[in-house]
Nanobody
Framework: QVQLVESGGGLVQAGGSLRLSCAASERTLSTYTMGWFRQAPGKEREFVAAITWTGGTTYYADSVKGRFTASRDNAKNTVFLQMNSLKPEDTALYYC???????????????WGQGTQVTVSS
């Protein structure tokens, strides 16, 4: 069964940057639209960004638009989330997943990975 592995999280000061990566074992991600999600303590998991399998189209939650950029390298079977101008409210556990989109409703369908923790200090 495919396993998603997120990495690249850490502790950063407000205004800083991080680059998250997502890789999969046993199966290629190259044919999927891939999404990024996050879950803050005590909150529901929420959509952050998505990128189509060609990389030609990206989607972002309003809260991260203009600060986060999704990209992918299908040759390396990896997707990325570049996060700039980080804010304390971006603190969360970040996950990737393959998604099916219904308009702008992005529905994950693979088992979740462990996620990678992003902590932004003020």
């Amino acid at each position: 069964q495919v396993q998603l592995v997120e990495s690249g999280g850490g502790l950063v000061q407000a205004g800083g940057s991080l680059r998250l990566s997502c890789a999969a074992s046993e199966r290629t991600l190259s044919t999927y639209t891939m999404g990024w999600f996050r879950q803050a303590p005590g909150k529901e998991r929420e959509f952050v960004a998505a990128i189509t399998w060609t990389g030609g189209t990206t989607y972002y939650a309003d809260s991260v638009k203009g600060r986060f950029t999704a990209s992918r390298d299908n040759a390396k079977n990896t997707v990325f989330l570049q996060m700039n101008s980080l804010k304390p409210e971006d603190t969360a556990l970040y996950y990737c997943n393959a998604v099916r989109n219904f308009g702008t409703d992005f529905r994950p369908f693979l088992p979740w990975g462990q996620g990678t923790q992003v902590t932004v200090s003020s």
